[in-house]
């Protein structure tokens, strides 16, 4: 079992940034591949961002790249999203996944944290 707690969502203004971190408990983390996945109000949930076990791997969705980052530092056992240019669009509850393997879809993800708001004002 892997237990995903993220935290640093909050509301900023268009064009701010935030930087989620999910600090993960439980069987060896660096094992695991990680993703991020937002879901806004009556929208289902989509991918973000994933990062392959190592850090040597990265991929985004194109509605964020060029401005959210994933990143990883095992050591801490903790995954981040650094998030700028933020838009209103980019509002929703943002998760954290992890899987022993790296995937872009939500069903190849077995392990969840509770999510955490973001807000974008315009």
């Known amino acids: 079992q892997v237990q995903l707690v993220e935290s640093g969502g909050g509301l900023v203004q268009a064009g701010g940034s935030l930087r989620l971190s999910c600090a993960a408990s439980?069987?060896?983390?660096?094992?695991?591949?990680m993703g991020w996945f937002r879901q806004a109000p009556g929208k289902e949930r989509e991918f973000v961002a994933a990062?392959?076990?190592?850090?040597?791997?990265?991929y985004y969705a194109d509605s964020v790249k060029g401005r959210f980052t994933i990143s990883r530092d095992n050591a801490k056992n903790t995954v981040y999203l650094q998030m700028n240019s933020l838009k209103p669009e980019d509002t929703a509850v943002y998760y954290c996944?992890?899987?022993?393997?790296?995937?872009?879809?939500?069903?190849?993800?077995?392990?969840w944290g509770q999510g955490t708001q973001v807000t974008v004002s315009s």
């Open positions: 439980g069987r060896t983390f660096s094992s695991y591949a």
């Open positions: 990062i392959s076990w190592s850090g040597g791997s990265t």
């Open positions: 996944a992890a899987d022993l393997r790296v995937g872009v879809l939500r069903r190849e993800y077995d392990y």
